[in-house]
């Protein structure tokens, strides 16, 4: 089993939608968490970063952790064709980040 | 402010030659990384690079070699390419307590 599990897609939405991504992990020790956005052909990108349980939210992104459950959202509002990437969900167990377990990625596809 | 650089940008070789994929970053951070990535597989780690003048090896270490040139480089050579080999490859760097940034990548293909 994967430390750490991503739902490939693709998810398909019309533009204006409220996306959520998930990831789920194993590792309870796990309390860092991130969303990475990676754009066809380019190379994965920060879009936020979170400290053990709750949510925190950056314009049109909000990410939720749900430690109890082993369980992380990212959430996009008044999504854009624009958003359409793959986003991969990543966690570490330590403040430096020294291990940084990657999801494979969900791929999302905003239509006009 | 390039951030992440990386040299170069695709490149094919036949099985058995080698090449070395440089990277560079501008952010002064302490730690370097390569990745490969490939479809279904995610990114997974081949070394890794905690601060100028160590390396480790990460997940998938064989087959390659790395060298912390200095604070700003880590270049990661492959000695005998085998088309297993064929990904796309990206280097990263942090400081401690910074998620990883990310270059642009290197598309290979090994016949």
């Known amino acids: 089993q994967k430390e750490v599990e991503q739902d490939p897609g693709p998810l398909s939405v019309p533009e204006g939608a409220i996306v959520s991504l998930n990831c789920t992990y194993s590792?309870?020790?796990?309390?860092?968490f991130m969303w990475y956005r990676q754009y066809s052909r380019k190379g994965p990108e920060l879009l936020m970063y979170?400290?053990?349980?709750g949510n925190k939210e950056d314009g049109r992104f909000t990410a939720q952790v749900d430690k109890s459950s082993k369980y992380i959202s990212l959430f996009i509002r008044d999504s854009q064709p624009s958003d359409s990437a793959t986003y991969l969900c990543a966690m570490s167990t330590n403040t430096g980040f020294q291990k940084l377990v990657f999801g494979t990625g969900t791929r999302l596809l905003v239509s006009p | 402010n390039a951030g992440v650089t990386q040299t170069p940008k695709f490149q094919v070789l036949k099985t058995g030659q080698s090449m070395t994929l440089q990277c560079a970053q501008d952010m002064n951070h302490n730690s370097m990384y390569w990745y490969r990535q490939d479809p279904g597989m995610g990114l997974r780690l081949i070394y890794y690079s905690a601060s100028e003048g160590t390396t480790d090896k990460g997940e998938v270490p064989n087959g390659y070699n790395v060298s912390r040139l200095n604070k700003r480089e880590f270049s990661l050579r492959l000695e005998s390419a085998a088309p297993s080999q064929t990904s796309v490859y990206f280097c990263?760097?942090?400081?401690f307590g910074t998620g990883r940034f990310f270059g642009p990548g290197t598309r290979l293909t090994v016949l």
């Open positions: 590792n309870s020790a796990f309390q860092y």
């Open positions: 990263a760097s942090s400081d």
């Open positions: 979170t400290y053990s349980s």
